[in-house]
């Protein structure tokens, strides 16, 4: 009986459920992927420091040999240093969160705090201080920040269009009509999230790029002792909210050139 009433109740609204509302729908979504995203090991709450650039990790493996190593034998000399240690640091674009022994992270925005936390047979290697390195001189969360902004201005322009609406004909009957946007307020509306979208993606190939090239260089660096990886989960939060904007974009466009293309139509 109450999935009936709610059936009835969708197909109530269903009618009054203009395109631009679906156009909303989706920045919603893509301004709460990105803030995910933001938010990333900022807290140690549930799934918070799941949601992270590049995690660094000390774990005995076999280490790689190359010709072009001049001292390969400086592996060994490092798994000494490392000793047991199992240490995983997890860096977010506002935190650092850390795993010394296995069990529960520790987030925090300042790696002196976590630093006190840990002995330096858990972090012989400085892995805490090369994460904030990290974090401090490579990754840059402004873009996304400007993005969002400029998203949700878009988001509130689109609540100001018209919807449906009920009009008396000349015979007196009733019919429900919906009038075209504001043309100035849809182009400016395309604006926005066309520039959204594009800092997104700057941001989202810029943290790609950013995270790869440090993961590598990190475990090279620590070859037999150090392991790293890339966050999979940023990555699509990342790129999903870019798909979104774009998808939002393409929408705002569509519907300005088929407006466009009424008018002119229209007039002849």
Same mark, same amino acid.
């Given at each position: 009986?109450?999935?009936?009433?709610?059936?009835?109740?969708?197909?109530? /609204?269903?009618?009054?459920?203009?395109?631009?509302? *679906?156009?909303?729908? =989706? !920045?919603?979504? %893509? $301004?709460? #992927?990105?803030?995910?995203?933001?938010?990333?090991?900022?807290?140690?709450?549930?799934?918070?420091?799941?949601?992270?650039?590049?995690?660094?990790?000390?774990?005995?493996?076999?280490?790689?040999?190359?010709?072009?190593?001049?001292?390969?034998?400086?592996?060994?000399?490092?798994?000494?240093?490392?000793?047991?240690?199992?240490?995983?640091?997890?860096?977010?674009?506002?935190?650092?969160?850390?795993?010394?022994?296995?069990?529960?992270?520790?987030?925090?925005?300042?790696?002196?705090?976590?630093?006190?936390?840990?002995?330096?047979?858990?972090?012989?290697?400085?892995?805490?201080? /090369?994460?904030?390195?990290?974090?401090?001189?490579? *990754?840059?969360?402004? =873009? !996304?920040?400007? %993005? $969002?902004? #400029?998203?949700?201005?878009?988001?509130?322009?689109?609540?100001?269009?018209?919807?449906?609406?009920?009009?008396?004909?000349?015979?007196?009957?009733?019919?429900?009509?919906?009038?075209?946007?504001?043309?100035?307020?849809?182009?400016?509306?395309?604006?926005?999230?066309?520039?959204?979208?594009?800092?997104?993606?700057?941001?989202?190939?810029?943290?790609?790029?950013?995270?790869?090239?440090?993961?590598?260089?990190?475990?090279?660096?620590?070859?037999?002792?150090?392991?790293?990886?890339?966050?999979?989960?940023?990555?699509?939060?990342?790129?999903?909210?870019?798909?979104?904007?774009?998808?939002?974009?393409?929408?705002?466009?569509?519907?300005?050139?088929?407006?466009? !293309?009424?008018?002119?139509?229209?007039?002849?």
């Amino acid at each position: 009986m109450a999935n009936m009433r709610f059936v009835m109740s969708f197909r109530r /609204v269903l009618p009054f459920l203009g395109y631009h509302h *679906v156009l909303m729908i =989706l !920045i919603a979504i %893509a $301004i709460i #992927l990105l803030s995910l995203l933001l938010a990333g090991c900022s807290s140690s709450s549930p799934l918070i420091p799941s949601i992270f650039l590049i995690s660094l990790y000390y774990k005995s493996y076999p280490p790689s040999f190359d010709p072009s190593q001049v001292d390969p034998g400086v592996t060994t000399a490092i798994a000494n240093i490392v000793g047991q240690a199992q240490l995983e640091v997890r860096v977010g674009y506002f935190g650092i969160c850390i795993n010394p022994d296995g069990g529960s992270f520790l987030c925090s925005n300042n790696a002196s705090s976590l630093a006190t936390q840990v002995s330096v047979d858990q972090d012989p290697l400085n892995l805490i201080w /090369v994460a904030n390195t990290f974090k401090d001189s490579i *990754v840059f969360p402004y =873009l !996304i920040i400007v %993005a $969002i902004v #400029l998203a949700f201005v878009c988001f509130l322009l689109l609540a100001t269009f018209p919807g449906w609406h009920e009009e008396h004909d000349d015979n007196g009957s009733d019919r429900e009509v919906k009038p075209f946007p504001s043309r100035p307020v849809s182009q400016v509306a395309l604006a926005l999230i066309f520039v959204a979208s594009v800092f997104v993606l700057v941001s989202v190939l810029w943290q790609h790029t950013a995270s790869v090239g440090a993961s590598t260089i990190a475990q090279d660096l620590g070859n037999g002792s150090v392991k790293s990886g890339v966050g999979t989960a940023a990555m699509i939060l990342g790129w999903f909210g870019f798909a979104l904007l774009i998808i939002v974009t393409i929408g705002l466009l569509v519907m300005i050139l088929s407006i466009r !293309i009424l008018d002119q139509l229209t007039d002849d």
